[in-house]
């Protein structure tokens, strides 16, 4: 038979949700630019969360990034549901992203262009992304 266990710290837990808010990189121009907020912060996110290799870097969680590198050389018939795999697991693991659909990937001298559309709480954002397979 298993306790019932009445924790009392439990009931003074509130949880906070945080805002979006944080620096505008403006990657085409190398600089910072002002804060950012809502649908562009996670366009940024997003953005920030499929161009990280996951385990590259001790300053990033394991739970942030993507693992892409290691499909260079494997068949197309392998990398297109691994690539979809993947981006779903590293994009959901922020609590902001709901849901990712309508993946759509193509193939031309050993890259591979996947696109999809994420549903997150400040709404919905198209992608692009292109994956070194050869």
Request: hydrophobic letters at 35%.
């Amino acid at each position: 038979m298993i306790p019932n266990v009445d924790d009392d710290l439990l009931a003074d837990i509130e949880i906070i949700e945080q805002p979006s808010l944080t620096y505008e990189i403006k990657l085409d121009k190398d600089k910072m630019g002002n804060y950012i907020d809502g649908i562009e912060a996670m366009k940024q996110a997003i953005y920030h969360i499929v161009n990280t290799e996951r385990y590259q870097y001790l300053i990033y969680s394991w739970n942030y990034g993507v693992e892409l590198a290691d499909l260079f050389g494997k068949p197309i018939t392998y990398c297109y549901p691994e690539i979809k795999r993947r981006i779903t697991e590293a994009l959901l693991q922020d609590d902001r992203i709901e849901s990712l659909d309508s993946f759509e990937f193509s193939y031309s001298k050993g890259n591979v262009l996947v696109k999809f559309r994420a549903t997150t709480t400040e709404g919905e954002i198209e992608i692009e992304k292109t994956v070194k397979i050869g």
